[in-house]
């Protein structure tokens, strides 16, 4: 997933097009909450021209992360389309305000993987829940002294503080 700005001329007759399987199991170091990843794949196709390299990427694969609730581990797949512009020289007529992320070249190398990791780091949702909420591995609900109760057990019971006042309207 790199290429050099001279391969990158070369192949802007051709056209470039990426059907590839890439490892990203680092993630797991960066993101503690990943508690395993899949290879991905990314597929797309690359336009290029002298100024600039824009890449048209869809990245899916899958990703075990806990669930909020149980912490279970939850299967995640995930399906990114994206779309990546580099800058091979610096020029003033591209415009910066289109949807596109826009970055410039440091050296003489173009590098998608890094960009393909942050893509999937921003995919990872805040929350997420597992299907089967009664399984061996997940959270306890109860424990010395505590147990967890629902809205309805809630709304149901009677503080013990105020149970003398229930007999102050009982009828004699």
Do not use: Y
């Not at 290879?39 to 990427?57: E, M, W």
């Amino acid at each position: 997933m790199k290429w050099s700005i001279n391969q990158l001329n070369q192949l802007a007759r051709k056209g470039l097009t990426l059907d590839e399987i890439v490892d990203v199991r680092d993630l797991k170091d960066i993101d503690k909450s990943i508690r395993d990843i899949s290879p991905v794949h990314v597929t797309g196709r690359g336009d290029l021209s002298s100024t600039k390299a824009t890449f048209h990427l869809t990245i899916s694969g899958s990703m075990i992360l806990p669930c909020s609730r149980t912490l279970v581990d939850v299967n995640f797949p995930f399906e990114i389309r994206t779309t990546e512009t580099f800058l091979l020289r610096q020029t003033s007529e591209f415009d910066t305000e289109s949807d596109e992320d826009v970055h410039q070249v440091r050296g003489e190398v173009v590098d998608l993987l890094p960009l393909i990791k942050e893509n999937i780091l921003l995919e990872i949702p805040i929350q997420i829940f597992s299907e089967d909420s009664n399984s061996q591995d997940a959270a306890p609900q109860s424990g010395k002294d505590w147990e967890v109760i629902s809205e309805e057990d809630n709304k149901n019971k009677v503080d013990p503080r105020l149970a003398g006042l229930a007999k102050f309207f009982e009828d004699e």
